[in-house]
């Protein structure tokens, strides 16, 4: 039985999120999930291992390695490893609900490898392709699916790579949440786990506690 943990990512969590002066975080805490009201900053600098895993990804896709790529959403191309392609392009015509089912089956079949026997090192957050040649460790799945999403177009507002801690494990864990808006207009986060094997909604899990959440433009800390 796999142990699915990720405890480097409670030390980093603490390190980062400790680094940002709390006047650089806006001062209007507001609701969001797992029960926790959430403070929003534009400013990344701290989050070092996000960063140099979108710049590491950002420079494959426009090296000149052998990498094929196709014509994707907009102006985003798909390109990478050829089984990852291949995947996105056999969901990308399917409603978003069967995208996030599809896209979080797939990656959590992947075989969970810690860091520290991965890269060496005892946090180290991978791109797709490097998961997808060595895969990884919680936040690594976390951001195959969250660049696998924004490949076939997903709004980078509605996707947030999430730090967590684990009530009943006691360790740091990293999910993908992402927010679907229902018909009343009303947007509900769910969550996609490496550790569940279904997409749930973020309210029918009592056992997280996020510290932080992020995507390519801000960063949130949760406040209890």
Known sequence: MKILRCIAVVFFVMTAVAAVPVGALSASPQPSFFNTKEVQSDDLKAFTKWLGALERFSKARKSNEPMKCY??????????????????????????????????????????????????????????????????????????????????????????????????????HAILVVYMTARSGERIPLVLDNQIGSVVKASSIRHYQPVFSINQKFWWRHLG
């Open 71 to 172: 014509p994707g959403p907009g102006q985003m191309q798909i390109c990478g490893n050829s089984e990852w392609i291949e995947f996105l392009k056999s969901v990308k015509g399917l409603n978003k609900l069967d995208q996030l089912r599809q896209v979080n089956a797939r990656m959590n079949k992947a075989t969970y490898v810690q860091d520290k026997n991965n890269w060496g090192q005892n946090d180290y957050w991978a791109t797709p392709q490097e998961f997808m040649a060595r895969f990884g460790d919680c936040e690594d799945y976390a951001i195959m699916k969250y660049l696998s999403l924004r490949m076939l177009g997903w709004d980078d507002n509605d996707l947030r790579v999430v730090a967590v801690k684990d009530l009943n494990l006691k360790v740091g």
